[in-house]
């Protein structure tokens, strides 16, 4: 077996590893899905960093990149770091001090039960893209290390299966200790590469800039037209709004020791994610540079820009670089895999199977535990459709924010900052929110089977309608009561 075969098995080994020795700190459902609420600012910062950094980051964004330069990537990593800078600056006091196991917990107490099944089941939908996104990275990681030996397929299976293990057993302790460890190797890996690839360039660094900025593809705002304006800030508000109200942010933030912890964190690590992102793109933007073969055969119609950058380091870099590469890769999807592997399970456990169950906190956390493993098969049956049908793993991360977007950011923003936001705002914000924005989608995709498309996004016309029926549903009880005041008055 080859040294890069032997080195994967040994990484592999040493997360399950230390899974199991993180497990030995669970006692209760909050040790599971909240880590005791102990992690440091170090912990914090790294699980937050990971919270985002995962494929789509490594391949994803720098694909992107390539085709349509930075105005391809305000969602991601734009909107994505800041979704955790606005969650440290305006969400994560607030938030900690309520003492919340799950994000749901807040529409529960905010608002009813109803709402926090609802915002539950959308919560868990969305999670289906991101997690699958992380999977099928694994699966062509696995497929490429073993040289095709293993198929992408198998791939898949052997990459959930680890991070299943290590998840089932440690929750929220496992995945923070692994998160310190992996964005250590994260960082490390990925700037010897980028010291690697700048130092064969003639030019370094700046040959890599001159060329990105001669070819237009620091580009970032859109054409002063009505419909590009809308596609900006739509792909922008995305993930920068609809991943807010998501339980892997929310669990990263809830986990640390105390409120100021949390703010600091969360901020620190939002900022470091959108800094960091632009090495994988020096990166891969650099090897387009060393193999234009390569870029060529992947930019061109039916490649692959994502296999850019694990191409280039198994053919053109020496075995020791590769090892920190595909450990770094390795450490970036699993970190980001875990916790969202967790994170939905931990909602359907606690905010649905708990009360419909009636379970105590030692079955709670059982039913935690199986509820990791059921979510991490659906996946990996997720990830292989999506996989089949050619989405990108950028694809797949940017449409699973979608839902939460048009259906939880409304009420969890206005109940945090609104006194008057009350149950009937909710319901009707998420009902108006949901409905409009799947009605537009309908309407777009009949549209673009005639090559046309949509004025306005969807997710816009979901997030406004979420608005508008939060304001009416919020005050409707209030006209009411107002108008019988005054018709009794006249009386």
Not at 100 to 114: A, G, M, V
Not at 187 to 198: F, N, S
Not at 389 to 409: K, P, Q, R
Request: with cysteine; net charge negative.
């Amino acid at each position: 077996m080859s040294t890069l075969g032997l080195f994967v098995i040994f990484y592999v080994g040493i997360s399950i590893g230390f899974g199991l020795l993180a497990a030995r700190r669970v006692n209760n459902s909050t040790d599971y899905i909240l880590a005791g609420r102990s992690l440091p600012v170090y912990i914090t910062i790294a699980t937050v960093f990971a919270t985002w950094f995962g494929s789509e980051a490594v391949l994803g964004v720098p694909a992107t990149f390539m085709r349509e330069g930075m105005a391809g990537i305000v969602a991601d990593p734009f909107g994505a770091a800041f979704c955790l800078i606005f969650v440290g600056a305006f969400f994560a006091a607030r938030l900690y001090r309520m003492k919340l196991l799950t994000i749901s917990d807040f529409y529960q107490q905010r608002y009813s039960r109803q709402v926090e099944v609802l915002v539950s089941i959308a919560v868990c939908i969305s999670y289906l893209g991101w997690v699958a996104a992380q999977i099928v990275a694994l699966g062509l990681t696995i497929n490429l290390i073993s040289v095709g030996y293993i198929s992408f397929e198998w791939g898949m299976v052997i990459g959930l299966t680890v991070v299943m293990l290590y998840t089932i057993y440690g929750g929220m302790w496992s995945v923070a200790i692994m998160d310190f460890i992996q964005m250590m190797t994260i960082l490390a890996g990925l700037l010897v590469v980028a010291y690697l690839v700048a130092g064969r360039l003639d030019g370094g660094v700046m040959e890599v800039v001159d060329h990105a900025q001669a070819h237009d593809k620091f580009n970032f705002w859109p054409e002063l037209n009505t419909a590009a304006v809308l596609g900006f800030i739509g792909a922008f508000v995305t993930l920068a709004l609809g991943s807010i109200p998501q339980q892997d942010v929310f669990q990263r933030v809830m986990s640390a020791k105390n409120e100021k912890v949390a703010v600091r964190g969360t901020i620190i690590g939002g900022v470091m994610y959108l800094l960091f992102c632009f090495v994988p793109i020096f990166i891969v933007y650099g090897a387009s540079l060393l193999d234009p073969v390569l870029a060529e055969t992947h930019m061109a119609v039916g490649g692959d820009p994502q296999r850019i950058l694990p191409e280039f380091i198994l053919r053109d870099v020496p075995i020791w670089v590769q090892v920190m590469f595909f450990g770094a890769l390795l450490s970036a999807i699993m970190s980001t895999a875990s916790g969202t592997l967790l994170a939905p399970s931990a909602i359907l456990a606690k905010n649905i199977l708990r009360q419909w169950l009636n379970l105590n906190d030692q079955q709670l956390l059982v039913a935690l535990r199986l509820t990791v493993l059921g979510f991490g098969l659906l996946v990996l049956l997720y990830a292989y459709l999506s996989s089949s049908v050619g989405l990108s793993i950028f694809e797949m991360v940017e449409n699973a924010y979608l839902v939460t977007l048009c259906g939880a950011f409304v009420p969890l923003a206005f109940g945090v900052y609104w006194q008057r936001a009350n149950n009937a705002g909710a319901l009707l914000s998420i009902a108006l929110g949901v409905l409009s924005w799947a009605a537009m989608e309908i309407i777009s995709l009949q549209l673009s089977a005639d090559d046309d498309a949509l004025l306005v996004p969807p997710q816009l016309v979901g997030l406004l309608m979420a608005i508008v029926g939060m304001v009416l549903g919020s005050l409707m009880p209030r006209f009411k009561n107002e108008s019988i005041a005054l018709k009794q008055a006249s009386e």
